[in-house]
């Protein structure tokens, strides 16, 4: 299929795929005439990375799990590499959760002062 054809069936934009192909996270060969030349394979690769974007990785975080459908695994985490990248994010994602806790905390602490200080009547 040709990239506009690909581009509608995994429903992104040419313009995303080009930027795929010059990260380096998707080839595609050329024919003759210098169209490339897309299969269900390529199509799989994209939709990989469009999950994985959508649950907040960064395009280059794609990468491992990319090269691991390219090596012919059925599941782009079929791989140490891909594994080792869901750890690293499950790391990042709960410090952020404990940044969110203490700044709630905060924000509650901050909640209550104001509710007491108002039904002791001060401003």
Avoid: W
Wanted: charged share 35%; net charge neutral.
């Amino acid at each position: 299929m040709r990239i506009g054809e690909l581009a509608s069936h995994a429903g992104i934009t040419t313009k995303a795929l080009r930027y795929y192909e010059e990260r380096g996270l998707l080839e595609a060969p050329r024919r003759t005439n210098g169209y490339r030349e897309y299969d269900e394979s390529h199509l799989r690769v994209v939709q990989e990375i469009q999950t994985l974007r959508e649950v907040g990785f960064a395009l280059e975080d794609t990468r491992p799990f990319v090269e691991c459908l390219r090596a012919g695994n059925e599941d782009g985490d079929a791989c140490p590499d891909s594994v080792a990248v869901y750890r690293r994010k499950i790391a990042e994602v709960e410090a952020y959760l404990r940044q969110l806790t203490v700044v709630r905390d905060e924000l509650r602490a901050k909640l209550d002062a104001a509710a007491h200080r108002r039904t002791r009547g001060e401003s």
